[in-house]
Nanobody
Framework: VQLQASGGGLVQAGGSLRLSCAVSGSIFSFNAMGWFRQAPGKEREFVTA????????YYTDSVEGRFTTSRDNAKNMVYLQMNRLKPGDTAVYYCAALGRWGSFTIGDVDYWGKGTQVTVSS
């Protein structure tokens, strides 16, 4: 499985960005797609996940109501729409393939994509 994230950039607080993740390879080897992020000097943390086949989603509390994840199975794409961005959202964002639904730790990730930088200025 290969994952390629894109769409990061610099945005002012309150603005929006949309990240994309192109998925290729053995897409049936995982059950869900997730987004994680890592801010400077901090550990990588879970942001959101979506079931690849069913569409159910889960969000960490800090982004609930501001971020929306979606997928397009026909195009093998996963998206992260980020609205009302805050400086605290500044991080490198990674898309990830999860082997099962219900546990979203770094240890549950089967495949990682390269990250894309999101910088939110105040």
């Amino acid at each position: 499985v290969q994952l390629q994230a894109s769409g990061g950039g610099l945005v002012q607080a309150g603005g929006s960005l949309r990240l994309s993740c192109a998925v290729s390879g053995s897409i049936f080897s995982f059950n869900a797609m997730g987004w994680f992020r890592q801010a400077p000097g901090k550990e990588r943390e879970f942001v959101t996940a979506i079931i690849w086949g069913g569409g159910s989603t889960y969000y960490t509390d800090s982004v609930e109501g501001r971020f929306t994840t979606s997928r397009d199975n026909a195009k093998n794409m996963v998206y992260l729409q980020m609205n009302r961005l805050k400086p605290g959202d500044t991080a490198v964002y990674y898309c990830a393939a999860l082997g099962r639904w219900g546990s979203f730790t770094i240890g549950d990730v089967d495949y990682w994509g390269k990250g894309t930088q999101v910088t939110v200025s105040s």
